[in-house]
Protein backbone atom coordinates (compact mmCIF):
# COMPACT_ATOMS: atom_id res chain seq x y z
CA UNK A 1 0.00 0.00 0.00
CA UNK A 2 1.23 3.60 -0.92
CA UNK A 3 0.25 6.74 -0.54
CA UNK A 4 -3.18 7.98 1.92
CA UNK A 5 -5.55 4.66 2.07
CA UNK A 6 -9.14 5.61 2.85
CA UNK A 7 -11.75 2.65 3.95
CA UNK A 8 -14.51 2.62 3.11
CA UNK A 9 -14.95 3.89 -0.33
CA UNK A 10 -18.76 4.42 -0.18
CA UNK A 11 -21.12 4.21 3.27
CA UNK A 12 -25.03 4.86 3.48
CA UNK A 13 -26.15 5.30 7.32
CA UNK A 14 -29.07 6.04 9.01
CA UNK A 15 -29.52 9.15 11.15
CA UNK A 16 -29.34 6.97 14.27
CA UNK A 17 -26.38 4.71 13.38
CA UNK A 18 -22.59 4.87 14.35
CA UNK A 19 -20.33 4.18 12.22
CA UNK A 20 -16.14 5.14 11.85
CA UNK A 21 -14.04 6.12 8.31
CA UNK A 22 -10.67 5.28 8.79
CA UNK A 23 -7.84 7.12 7.32
CA UNK A 24 -4.47 5.42 6.85
CA UNK A 25 -1.15 7.06 5.73
CA UNK A 26 2.66 5.30 4.53
CA UNK A 27 4.30 8.00 3.68
CA UNK A 28 6.15 9.01 7.09
CA UNK A 29 4.22 12.33 6.99
CA UNK A 30 3.68 13.72 10.37
CA UNK A 31 0.40 15.92 10.10
CA UNK A 32 -3.26 14.45 9.16
CA UNK A 33 -6.57 16.14 8.02
CA UNK A 34 -10.54 15.33 7.39
CA UNK A 35 -12.03 17.55 4.83
CA UNK A 36 -15.43 17.99 3.89
CA UNK A 37 -15.98 18.00 0.10
CA UNK A 38 -20.01 18.90 -0.81
CA UNK A 39 -21.13 19.92 -3.98
CA UNK A 40 -20.55 23.31 -5.36
CA UNK A 41 -18.61 24.00 -2.27
CA UNK A 42 -14.88 24.61 -1.53
CA UNK A 43 -12.69 21.72 0.70
CA UNK A 44 -13.81 22.53 3.99
CA UNK A 45 -11.46 21.83 6.83
CA UNK A 46 -12.85 19.59 9.93
CA UNK A 47 -9.95 18.66 11.82
CA UNK A 48 -6.31 18.99 11.70
CA UNK A 49 -4.14 16.43 13.88
CA UNK A 50 -0.10 17.58 13.72
CA UNK A 51 2.05 14.97 15.61
CA UNK A 52 -0.86 13.16 16.80
CA UNK A 53 -2.39 15.93 18.57
CA UNK A 54 -5.49 17.91 17.54
CA UNK A 55 -4.45 21.40 16.53
CA UNK A 56 -7.44 22.76 14.77
CA UNK A 57 -11.22 21.59 15.06
CA UNK A 58 -13.11 23.97 12.75
CA UNK A 59 -16.41 24.55 14.36
CA UNK A 60 -17.51 20.67 13.43
CA UNK A 61 -20.71 19.50 15.53
CA UNK A 62 -19.85 16.82 18.20
CA UNK A 63 -21.49 14.28 15.62
CA UNK A 64 -18.47 14.14 14.32
CA UNK A 65 -15.97 12.71 16.32
CA UNK A 66 -11.90 12.23 15.13
CA UNK A 67 -8.91 9.93 17.00
CA UNK A 68 -5.47 9.73 16.16
CA UNK A 69 -3.87 7.04 17.52
CA UNK A 70 -0.44 7.57 15.76
CA UNK A 71 0.65 9.66 13.46
CA UNK A 72 -0.08 7.28 10.50
CA UNK A 73 -4.14 6.63 11.19
CA UNK A 74 -6.86 8.81 11.51
CA UNK A 75 -10.72 7.98 12.17
CA UNK A 76 -13.51 10.14 11.92
CA UNK A 77 -16.60 8.91 14.32
CA UNK A 78 -19.92 9.76 13.32
CA UNK A 79 -23.39 9.10 15.27
CA UNK A 80 -26.47 10.43 14.89
CA UNK A 81 -25.85 12.26 11.26
CA UNK A 82 -27.98 14.47 9.74
CA UNK A 83 -29.07 14.41 5.66
CA UNK A 84 -27.47 17.71 4.73
CA UNK A 85 -23.43 15.53 6.26
CA UNK A 86 -23.86 13.74 3.13
CA UNK A 87 -20.91 14.50 0.97
CA UNK A 88 -17.55 13.09 0.16
CA UNK A 89 -15.37 13.38 3.29
CA UNK A 90 -11.36 13.20 2.41
CA UNK A 91 -8.40 12.72 4.31
CA UNK A 92 -5.01 14.23 3.93
CA UNK A 93 -1.67 14.24 5.25
CA UNK A 94 1.51 16.07 5.43
CA UNK A 95 4.83 16.93 5.97
CA UNK A 96 4.85 19.72 8.19
CA UNK A 97 7.94 21.75 8.84
CA UNK A 98 10.90 23.13 6.49
CA UNK A 99 9.93 20.62 3.55
CA UNK A 100 6.14 21.33 3.73
CA UNK A 101 4.89 20.50 -0.30
CA UNK A 102 1.07 20.43 0.42
CA UNK A 103 -1.42 17.75 1.32
CA UNK A 104 -1.35 14.28 -0.26
CA UNK A 105 -5.05 13.28 -0.18
CA UNK A 106 -6.62 9.68 0.06
CA UNK A 107 -9.76 8.96 -2.76
CA UNK A 108 -12.06 9.91 0.01
CA UNK A 109 -15.36 8.08 1.74
CA UNK A 110 -18.64 8.65 -0.31
CA UNK A 111 -21.33 9.25 2.64
CA UNK A 112 -24.63 9.04 2.66
CA UNK A 113 -27.49 9.80 5.80
CA UNK A 114 -30.85 8.51 5.29
CA UNK B 1 -10.14 29.49 -23.87
CA UNK B 2 -9.87 30.60 -20.37
CA UNK B 3 -11.39 30.25 -17.04
CA UNK B 4 -11.81 32.39 -14.02
CA UNK B 5 -11.98 30.02 -11.46
CA UNK B 6 -14.49 31.03 -9.08
CA UNK B 7 -16.58 33.19 -11.47
CA UNK B 8 -16.98 30.52 -14.38
CA UNK B 9 -16.92 26.87 -12.92
CA UNK B 10 -16.57 25.42 -16.31
CA UNK B 11 -14.60 25.16 -18.96
CA UNK B 12 -14.60 23.11 -22.50
CA UNK B 13 -11.77 23.08 -25.16
CA UNK B 14 -10.80 20.22 -27.53
CA UNK B 15 -8.04 18.36 -27.37
CA UNK B 16 -4.77 19.00 -28.25
CA UNK B 17 -5.92 22.78 -27.56
CA UNK B 18 -3.83 24.64 -24.60
CA UNK B 19 -6.42 24.80 -21.56
CA UNK B 20 -5.60 27.93 -18.96
CA UNK B 21 -7.18 27.64 -15.76
CA UNK B 22 -7.07 31.02 -13.25
CA UNK B 23 -7.84 31.29 -9.90
CA UNK B 24 -7.52 34.58 -7.61
CA UNK B 25 -6.47 34.40 -4.35
CA UNK B 26 -7.39 36.02 -1.44
CA UNK B 27 -4.67 36.81 1.17
CA UNK B 28 -1.72 38.72 0.25
CA UNK B 29 0.38 36.76 2.87
CA UNK B 30 0.20 33.04 1.27
CA UNK B 31 3.63 32.89 -0.63
CA UNK B 32 2.95 29.08 -1.13
CA UNK B 33 0.33 27.78 -3.96
CA UNK B 34 -0.49 24.54 -5.23
CA UNK B 35 -2.54 23.35 -8.27
CA UNK B 36 -4.89 19.84 -7.71
CA UNK B 37 -6.43 18.13 -9.65
CA UNK B 38 -9.37 15.80 -9.18
CA UNK B 39 -10.52 13.37 -11.35
CA UNK B 40 -14.23 11.83 -10.86
CA UNK B 41 -14.17 9.42 -7.87
CA UNK B 42 -10.81 10.42 -6.83
CA UNK B 43 -9.20 12.32 -4.32
CA UNK B 44 -7.52 15.73 -5.29
CA UNK B 45 -4.09 14.62 -6.43
CA UNK B 46 -0.82 17.47 -6.50
CA UNK B 47 -0.22 18.92 -10.31
CA UNK B 48 2.42 21.73 -9.58
CA UNK B 49 3.37 24.22 -6.70
CA UNK B 50 5.18 27.62 -7.03
CA UNK B 51 6.51 29.66 -4.55
CA UNK B 52 6.15 33.23 -4.09
CA UNK B 53 10.13 34.31 -4.36
CA UNK B 54 8.93 32.96 -8.49
CA UNK B 55 6.39 34.11 -10.48
CA UNK B 56 6.56 31.12 -13.58
CA UNK B 57 7.06 27.23 -12.89
CA UNK B 58 6.88 24.86 -15.22
CA UNK B 59 6.32 20.60 -15.50
CA UNK B 60 5.45 18.14 -18.07
CA UNK B 61 2.65 19.63 -20.26
CA UNK B 62 2.00 22.24 -17.39
CA UNK B 63 3.40 25.77 -16.38
CA UNK B 64 2.09 27.63 -13.41
CA UNK B 65 2.01 31.59 -13.45
CA UNK B 66 2.01 33.77 -10.31
CA UNK B 67 1.22 37.41 -10.45
CA UNK B 68 1.71 38.73 -7.01
CA UNK B 69 0.43 42.16 -7.69
CA UNK B 70 -2.81 41.46 -8.63
CA UNK B 71 -3.51 38.03 -6.13
CA UNK B 72 -3.42 35.67 -9.71
CA UNK B 73 -2.15 32.25 -10.27
CA UNK B 74 -2.70 30.49 -13.26
CA UNK B 75 -2.54 26.99 -14.88
CA UNK B 76 -1.20 26.52 -18.37
CA UNK B 77 -1.81 23.05 -19.51
CA UNK B 78 -0.25 22.17 -23.01
CA UNK B 79 -1.97 19.76 -26.13
CA UNK B 80 -4.68 19.21 -23.37
CA UNK B 81 -5.70 15.55 -23.49
CA UNK B 82 -9.41 13.45 -22.74
CA UNK B 83 -7.34 12.23 -19.71
CA UNK B 84 -6.95 16.13 -18.48
CA UNK B 85 -10.65 16.51 -17.80
CA UNK B 86 -11.04 16.81 -14.07
CA UNK B 87 -11.48 19.78 -11.43
CA UNK B 88 -8.97 21.90 -11.15
CA UNK B 89 -8.41 23.61 -7.71
CA UNK B 90 -5.47 26.14 -6.45
CA UNK B 91 -4.56 26.36 -3.17
CA UNK B 92 -2.74 29.15 -1.27
CA UNK B 93 -0.76 28.64 2.14
CA UNK B 94 -0.51 31.91 4.04
CA UNK B 95 3.09 32.25 5.82
CA UNK B 96 2.23 31.67 9.45
CA UNK B 97 -0.82 29.98 9.12
CA UNK B 98 0.94 26.33 10.15
CA UNK B 99 0.56 24.99 6.92
CA UNK B 100 -3.25 25.11 6.54
CA UNK B 101 -4.06 24.97 3.19
CA UNK B 102 -7.26 27.79 1.35
CA UNK B 103 -8.51 25.88 -1.29
CA UNK B 104 -10.64 27.67 -4.36
CA UNK B 105 -13.64 26.34 -5.37
CA UNK B 106 -12.19 24.59 -8.40
CA UNK B 107 -13.19 24.47 -12.26
CA UNK B 108 -14.34 21.46 -14.16
CA UNK B 109 -12.09 20.96 -16.92
CA UNK B 110 -13.97 19.27 -20.12
CA UNK B 111 -11.85 18.01 -23.50
CA UNK B 112 -13.60 16.93 -26.17
CA UNK B 113 -12.01 14.51 -29.01
Known amino acids: ETGVTQTPRHLVMGMTNKKSLKCEQHLGHNAMYWYKQSAKKPLELMFVYSLEERVENNSVPSRFSPECPNSSHLFLHLHTLQPEDSALYLCASSQVGHHFYGYTFGSGTRLTVV | ?113
Not at chain 2, 32 to 53: A, H, V
Not at chain 2, 56 to 74: A, E, I, P, W
Request: net charge neutral; proline share 4%.
Open chain 2, 1 to 113: GESVGLHLPTLSVQEGDNSIINCAYSNSASDYFIWYKQESGKGPQFIIDIRSNMDKRQGQRVTVLLNKTVKHLSLQIAATQPGDSAVYFCAEEKSGSNYKLTFGKGTLLTVNP
